[in-house]
C-alpha cells in the first residue's frame, strides 16, 4: 500500500523569504503525485500534479514541485511567500491515472510571519 | 468550469441522530464520487468511492450500514451519518470526477459537529 508523510507539521518563515515544504512517498510502481492546500475553515484546492514528464512541475501563485524518484519525494517549493500563503499543505498519492482514492499525508501547517 | 458544491456547509446534530449531507457536481458528468473525512487535527480519510452502475465501495472503518451513500445520477450524491457520536465530527468531502478528465474536484466540504 502506498503511503505518505510530510516529516513537517508546522513551518513557519517570513513574508518575502523562499520556502520548501517536504513530501515523501512511499510506493513500489509509479506514483501520481499531489499537492493541496487548504485555507482556513475551506475544502481542498490542488495546488499542482505530477503524472509523468518534465519532474519539476509548475502549480498556481508561483508554487512548484519536484519528482525526485530516487529519493521518493516530491518537495513543494515557492521562490517568495506571501501572507496569504498561510494555510495548511497536503501532499497525496494516487496509484491509477484517474483513481480517486488518494492516500494523503498528514499536512504542514505554514505560517507567514510579516 | 467544473465546480462541485456540498451543503449543508456547516451542520450540527445531537448525539445519536442522523445528518444527510449533498454533494453536486456543475459543468461536468460525475461518473465517480470519493467521500472523505478529515477528522479533528488529522488528514483525509477515504470512507467510500462510487461510480455509477457500479457497487459502492467502502474503505476498512467505514461501512455503508454507518454511511450508506447514494449516487441516482451523474450530477448527484449524497452520504447521510447515521447514529453519529463525537468521534464522527469532521469536514466531509465530496471529491467528484469525470471518467474524461484525471482531476478530481472537491467540494468545499460539510463541518459536522456533534453534541
Known amino acids: 500500500a502506498q503511503s505518505v508523510t510530510q516529516p513537517d507539521a508546522r513551518v513557519t518563515v517570513s513574508e518575502g523569504a523562499s520556502l520548501q515544504l517536504r513530501c515523501k512517498y512511499s510506493?513500489?510502481?509509479?506514483?501520481?503525485l499531489f499537492w493541496y492546500v487548504q485555507y482556513p475553515r475551506q475544502g481542498l484546492q490542488l495546488l499542482l500534479k505530477?503524472?509523468?514528464?518534465?519532474?519539476v512541475v509548475q502549480g498556481v501563485n508561483g508554487f512548484e514541485a519536484e519528482f525526485i524518484k530516487s529519493n521518493s519525494s516530491f518537495h513543494l517549493r515557492k521562490a517568495s511567500v506571501h501572507w496569504s500563503d498561510s494555510a495548511v499543505y497536503f501532499c497525496?498519492?494516487?496509484?491509477?491515472?484517474?483513481?480517486?482514492?488518494?492516500?494523503f499525508g498528514a499536512g504542514t501547517k505554514l505560517t507567514i510571519k510579516p | 468550469g467544473a465546480l462541485v458544491y456540498q451543503y449543508p456547509r456547516r451542520t450540527i446534530c445531537k448525539s445519536g441522530t442522523s445528518m444527510r449531507m449533498e454533494c453536486q457536481a456543475v459543468?461536468?458528468?460525475?461518473?465517480?464520487v470519493a467521500w472523505y473525512r478529515q477528522s479533528p487535527q488529522k488528514t483525509f480519510e477515504l470512507i467510500a468511492l462510487?461510480?455509477?452502475?457500479?457497487?459502492?465501495?467502502?474503505e476498512q472503518n467505514f461501512t455503508q450500514e454507518k454511511f450508506p451513500i447514494s449516487h441516482p445520477n451523474l450530477s448527484f450524491s449524497s452520504m447521510t451519518v447515521l447514529n453519529a457520536y463525537l468521534e464522527d465530527r469532521g469536514l466531509y468531502l465530496c471529491?467528484?470526477?469525470?471518467?474524461?478528465?484525471?482531476?478530481?474536484?472537491f467540494g468545499h466540504g460539510t463541518k459536522l459537529s456533534v453534541l
Open positions: 497525496a498519492v494516487s496509484v491509477n491515472y484517474g483513481n480517486e482514492k488518494i492516500t
Open positions: 510506493y513500489s510502481g509509479t506514483p501520481y
Open positions: 505530477y503524472y509523468s514528464g518534465d519532474p
Open positions: 459543468g461536468f458528468q460525475a461518473t465517480s
Open positions: 462510487s461510480t455509477v452502475n457500479s457497487a459502492i465501495k467502502y
Open positions: 471529491g467528484a470526477r469525470e471518467i474524461s478528465n484525471e482531476r478530481l474536484f
